[in-house]
């Protein structure tokens, strides 16, 4: 599995209960597609949205979000990067 990063803007700004939409409507199809739903960023003013998801490859979440009616702005392959923050200061 890999890890896929979904950038979203929204214009009107995303409110709550869009985000609750989006997710009942967003989660059948990510089942569907053997994608596991592992983290989601909302901006402060609710205008841009980053998803990371578990998925087999970027082309199934792209399925999934346009199945849901979920626009998106790109999805791309990501890696974790973890660095000791002592490391950078020093």
């Given at each position: 599995m890999?890890y896929?990063?979904?950038e ?6 995303l ?5 609750n939409?989006i ?5 059948p ?5 053997k ?11 609710g205008s ?11 082309e199934?979440v792209?399925?999934a ?8 702005d790109s999805v791309?392959?990501g890696e ?7 490391e950078?200061?020093e």
């Amino acid at each position: 599995m890999k890890y896929l990063i979904v950038e979203h803007s929204f214009d009107p700004p995303l409110k709550e209960e869009d985000l609750n939409n989006i997710s009942e409507r967003l989660g059948p199809c990510l089942e569907q597609h053997k994608i596991k739903a592992m983290r989601s960023y909302v901006s402060d003013d609710g205008s841009r949205m980053l998803c990371v998801f578990e998925a087999p490859d970027a082309e199934s979440v792209r399925i999934a979000h346009r199945t849901a009616n979920v626009d998106f702005d790109s999805v791309w392959v990501g890696e974790a990067f973890i660095k000791n923050l002592e490391e950078i200061t020093e």
